[in-house]
């Protein structure tokens, strides 16, 4: 009895094996690709020697807030670090993944008149002096389509402020503004290609090109680069919650406080804070997971009537310093991201490649064996 039902039954299992060879990669990989709602990851990035000052521990340029009330200016050499934590929040389901994403940018240590000295951030609810580590932060809600990374537009929620570990002020509801866009920001699309994509430019709050200028090897991985370009904008002119522009955007100060030559010294003169940058980023083309980070940003004093010829030349050509650095992401950043990369690209090659390849093998086997002994049955079968 059991004979007899052996070449059926491996017919069967084979058909089915076959049918699921087909089958698998149409229904499983898309399921797979799709934004994750365990998404959990940490990028740090610090700033790197790029020629910006003669210090490759201290790479970078940061306006000392405490001397707004001193008698000069003053930009002192530092070393900073940015740490964004991005993860999946409610309202999430299904169809959509709602991203959290808190970025601090931090000040390690300065250089104090030749001595470089540690900056220390206060506690959470503490007050903060000028010279508190913590140099700014924001906390960013976006609701993005699973399937395509992309903005839905139901949810662009930006904290202006944050707490040190890049968190909402809770108390402060009052604390955010809505950004709609649709540029990718946190992950790029799966499948990427090379061509142009929209990029959200959270500090400035527009969609901007980037574009693809060229593929390399991460770890191991295909990367794509891309490059986005963020043109010059005036800070004064970025929306706030309470209509007012930001805090240290704009300042009033005599010239002789400014450092300038050639006008008055007791002339009050205002300058906005202006900021500019490059950004490039390195993607994993089958999965859009990012691989690598760099950023060259650039804040600084001018005048906002600079373009003006009519202006007196001091002013118009006056530049100083807020913020200019070129900040990557350090080699445990790339590594982890490699290795999240690694995990999705073997899900999708097992789910898409290799399960359909052994269950195709074996699906054909088994259909070779039973019809071969139905075959080999038929002819043991004595004729009538």
């Given at each position: 009895?059991?004979?007899?039902?052996?070449?059926?039954?491996?017919?069967?299992?084979?058909?089915?094996?076959?049918?699921?060879?087909?089958?698998?990669?149409?229904?499983?990989?898309?399921?797979?690709?799709?934004?994750?709602?365990?998404?959990?990851?940490?990028?740090?990035?610090?700033?790197?020697?790029?020629?910006?000052?003669?210090?490759?521990?201290?790479?970078?340029?940061?306006?000392?807030?405490?001397?707004?009330?001193?008698?000069?200016?003053?930009?002192?050499?530092?070393?900073?670090?940015?740490?964004?934590?991005?993860?999946?929040?409610?309202?999430?389901?299904?169809?959509?993944?709602?991203?959290?994403?808190?970025?601090?940018?931090?000040?390690?240590?300065?250089?104090?008149?030749?001595?470089?000295?540690?900056?220390?951030?206060?506690?959470?609810?503490?007050?903060?002096?000028?010279?508190?580590?913590?140099?700014?932060?924001?906390?960013?809600?976006?609701?993005?389509?699973?399937?395509?990374?992309?903005?839905?537009?139901?949810?662009?929620?930006?904290?202006?402020?944050?707490?040190?570990?890049?968190?909402?002020?809770?108390?402060?509801?009052?604390?955010?503004?809505?950004?709609?866009?649709?540029?990718?920001?946190?992950?790029?699309?799966?499948?990427?290609?090379?061509?142009?994509?929209?990029?959200?430019?959270?500090?400035?709050?527009?969609?901007?090109?980037?574009?693809?200028?060229?593929?390399?090897?991460?770890?191991?991985?295909?990367?794509?680069?891309?490059v986005s370009e963020v043109p010059e904008i005036d800070q004064v002119l970025l929306a706030t919650p309470n209509g007012?522009?930001?805090?240290?955007?704009?300042?009033?100060?005599?010239?002789?406080?400014?450092?300038?030559?050639?006008?008055?010294?007791?002339?009050?003169?205002?300058?906005?804070?202006?900021?500019?940058?490059?950004?490039?980023?390195?993607?994993?083309?089958?999965?859009?997971?990012?691989?690598?980070?760099?950023?060259?940003?650039?804040?600084?004093?001018?005048?906002?009537?600079?373009?003006?010829?009519?202006?007196?030349?001091?002013?118009?050509?006056?530049?100083?310093?807020?913020?200019?650095?070129?900040?990557?992401?350090?080699?445990?950043?790339?590594?982890?991201?490699?290795?999240?990369?690694?995990?999705?690209?073997?899900?999708?090659?097992?789910?898409?490649?290799?399960?359909?390849?052994?269950?195709?093998?074996?699906?054909?086997?088994?259909?070779?064996?039973?019809?071969?002994?139905?075959?080999?049955?038929?002819?043991?079968?004595?004729?009538?």
């Open positions: 009895m059991l004979k007899k039902l052996l070449a059926p039954f491996l017919v069967f299992i084979g058909v089915a094996a076959i049918t699921a060879a087909i089958a698998v990669p149409t229904w499983l990989v898309p399921k797979l690709e799709v934004v994750p709602l365990d998404l959990d990851i940490t990028t740090v990035s610090q700033s790197v020697p790029m020629g910006i000052t003669s210090d490759n521990n201290l790479p970078a340029r940061v306006f000392d807030r405490c001397s707004v009330s001193e008698d000069k200016a003053r930009v002192f050499d530092a070393h900073v670090t940015q740490q964004r934590r991005t993860v999946v929040v409610d309202p999430s389901n299904a169809d959509q993944a709602t991203v959290q994403s808190g970025q601090t940018v931090r000040i390690d240590r300065i250089d104090d008149n030749g001595t470089t000295v540690d900056q220390t951030t206060a506690p959470i609810g503490a007050t903060r002096s000028c010279n508190d580590g913590l140099l700014s932060s924001n906390v960013d809600l976006l609701s993005v389509d699973r399937k395509t990374s992309a903005p839905n537009g139901k949810l662009n929620r930006l904290y202006l402020s944050a707490g040190p570990d890049g968190q909402p002020i809770q108390e402060n509801e009052g604390n955010f503004i809505d950004v709609p866009r649709k540029g990718y920001q946190y992950k790029f699309p799966f499948d990427t290609k090379k061509q142009e994509y929209p990029y959200f430019d959270a500090n400035t709050r527009r969609d901007l090109p980037a574009k693809f200028v060229g593929e390399t090897k991460i770890n191991g991985l295909t990367a794509y680069e891309f007012q522009p930001a805090l240290g955007t704009s300042l009033e100060k005599p010239a002789s406080w400014w450092g300038i030559q050639g006008i008055p010294a007791n002339e009050q003169v205002v300058m906005h804070r202006f900021a500019s940058a490059t950004r490039h980023v390195w993607v994993e083309p089958e999965t859009g997971t990012a691989l690598k980070g760099l950023e060259v940003q650039h804040q600084y004093f001018k005048s906002p009537g600079a373009e003006d010829p009519d202006l007196a030349a001091p002013l118009r050509e006056f530049r100083m310093d807020a913020f200019h650095a070129t900040v990557a992401w350090n080699d445990t950043t790339i590594d982890k991201q490699s290795d999240k990369a690694q995990g999705y690209v073997d899900q999708l090659r097992w789910g898409g490649v290799i399960v359909p390849i052994i269950l195709g093998v074996v699906g054909a086997i088994a259909l070779i064996a039973g019809v071969v002994l139905l075959l080999r049955r038929r002819e043991d079968t004595p004729a009538t």
